[in-house]
């Protein structure tokens, strides 16, 4: 199975994000972290996906804005 390309937009302070971060983590899986609050580029980039919002999650070309464990577990097993 090809590996996907996972971005993470996120800020701190923020329970979904470090629930995102850790499902992640947890399951080694890789991924970009993207502080929008450190990092005007993220910020457009986040904005650019038409969401405004964390977490937002950026799996290969599919956007996800929130986290939800179901369809995690169902893209990553």
Do not use: W
Request: charged share 25%.
């Amino acid at each position: 199975m090809s590996q996907k390309r996972v971005i993470l937009y996120s800020q701190p302070g923020c329970p979904p994000c470090f629930a995102a971060k850790h499902f992640f983590n947890s399951r080694e899986i890789p991924f970009e972290y993207k502080d929008v609050t450190a990092d005007p580029k993220a910020l457009q980039e986040l904005m650019d996906l038409n969401s405004q919002s964390t977490p937002t999650i950026v799996i290969d070309s599919e956007v996800m804005i929130g986290f939800d464990m179901d369809r995690l577990e169902t893209l990553f097993g």
